[in-house]
């Protein structure tokens, strides 16, 4: 589906409107940044010795926390996230599931479909509902979800322009 350049209003959102990010590896840098910043430093992420022991086929992971975020950032390097980010003025609510692991050194991508969409009743604004899945090594699925977010319609005195 052709998206307008440059600005993308909901009026331009169509249901089953897809597309994928590029690709993303998750680092040593970001598991310590992500700790630092959160907070979290259960030893699945920072202690390799007990990784090795208790964790997921004896690695180290990214938090949960972590790969949701690199997902939000992975969305709007995507011509739709791009276009649209300056015209979201919530996010109204998120559904995420952790399905698998993050190991470090993994490459990432995020895949999104527009679900649904609805008015509101306020004309200048609209909602849609974005099915994110969040994909990693060897295309297994690592998290999935959706995030519903009020839009920017387009204002009239550009609609008449376009």
């Given amino acids: 589906m052709n998206l307008p350049a440059g600005r993308i209003y909901w009026d331009d959102l169509r249901i089953g409107l897809s597309g994928r990010s590029a690709g993303r590896t998750v680092t040593e840098a970001d598991v310590v940044a992500f700790a630092g910043l959160s ?12 990784a090795r022991e208790h964790g997921f086929a004896g690695e180290r992971v990214a938090h ?6 690199i997902a939000s950032g ?4 995507t011509p739709l996230g791009a276009g649209v980010q300056e015209q979201v003025l919530a996010m109204l609510g998120l559904e995420w599931s952790f399905v698998g692991p993050i190991r470090l050194g993994d490459t990432v991508t995020l895949e999104f479909d527009v679900r649904a969409l609805r008015e509101t009743s306020k004309p200048q604004r609209g909602i849609a509902t974005i099915e994110r899945t969040l994909v990693g090594r ?17 204002p009239p005195a550009e609609a008449r322009a376009a």
């Fill in 64 to 69: 949960g926390l972590l790969g949701l975020s």
């Fill in 39 to 50: 907070g979290d430093f259960n030893p699945l992420h920072t202690d390799a010795d007990y």
């Fill in 74 to 77: 992975l969305f709007t390097r």
């Fill in 138 to 154: 060897d295309g297994a699925l690592v998290q999935r979800g959706t995030t519903t977010l009020m839009v920017a319609r387009r």
